[in-house]
């Protein structure tokens, strides 16, 4: 199954969602819209586990700051009521995920690592970060509520306040990723956790997985059930546009 920017491939059971809209997998309305079909595309098939990756060097840069900072204030609303769905829907999966991290994961692209129930990134020079604060962008909703559920009190003060970009070691300090692994073996290790996972008795999984989520996923459902994410009304301004070029360009 292939899209224009989204392939998912099967192997021994196992899904996996690979992004590829270069030069950095970064999110647009299409994109966004490319991403949640394929997920749900996934759910209704018999794949026991998911891996979601990119492609190139970059896992995803996050929001697509070229662009979306020029979109109306309707369309701006409906990314953002697609993205608040999308990042909720992941982050409850009752399949167990698993993010094969092969390169840059930036902004919102850190919070869609984080979704997943395992995180496995790259030795070298990847950089991870919640820039969200350099490029003036104020957080959705619901990737706040998993940023905040996924990370310590003081890993949440330190990535989104002073909003650096870091390099692998301090991604695994931080806790965004559990283990790093050589880039060319980002992915089979990946598929490898996966097919572990999904050797668990499958209802038992997902009933624990949401046990242990079941605050923020609920959070989450009444956010979008009720639409009261705040940043509907006025969320990516022309700052954004001005601040994306030293982000992209230069992760700190």
């Known amino acids: 199954m292939t899209r224009e920017n ?8 196992i899904c996996v969602l690979r992004m590829n809209r270069p030069p950095a997998n970064a999110f647009d309305l299409d994109f966004a819209r490319e991403f949640a079909e394929a997920f749900e595309a996934v759910l209704k098939t018999d794949s026991k586990a998911l891996v979601v990756t990119g492609s190139g060097d ?8 070229k662009l979306v900072p ?5 369309e701006q609303r409906a990314f953002l009521v697609l993205l608040n769905r999308m990042m909720g829907a992941l982050y409850a999966c009752p399949l167990p995920v698993v993010a094969a991290v ?14 997943a129930d395992y995180r496995i990134g790259p030795t070298g020079n990847g950089r991870f970060g919640l820039t969200e604060a350099r490029a003036g962008i104020p957080f959705p909703a619901v990737p706040a509520v998993v940023v905040q559920a996924e990370l310590s009190p003081p890993d949440v003060r330190y ?18 990723l559990d283990e790093l692994q050589p880039p060319d073996k980002v992915l089979e290790r990946a598929i490898d956790v996966a097919k572990d996972l999904a050797s668990m008795p499958a209802a038992a999984y997902a009933r624990i997985k949401h046990q242990f989520r079941a605050k923020a996923i609920a959070e989450i459902e ?11 009304d006025s969320w990516v301004t022309g700052e954004a546009a001005e601040a994306s070029d030293s982000i992209l360009r230069g992760p700190r």
């Open 6 to 13: 989204i392939s998912i491939e099967r192997q021994d059971g």
């Open 58 to 65: 970059f896992f995803s840069g996050g929001l697509d700051l």
């Open 70 to 74: 020029s979109y109306s204030a309707e």
């Open 102 to 115: 092969n390169g840059h994961a930036i902004a919102g692209a850190f919070v869609l690592a984080l979704c």
């Open 159 to 176: 990535t989104t306040l002073y909003a650096t970009n870091f390099g692998p070691d301090e991604a695994v300090v931080r806790g965004l």
């Open 222 to 232: 009444k956010l979008n059930a009720e639409q009261s994410d705040p940043m509907l």
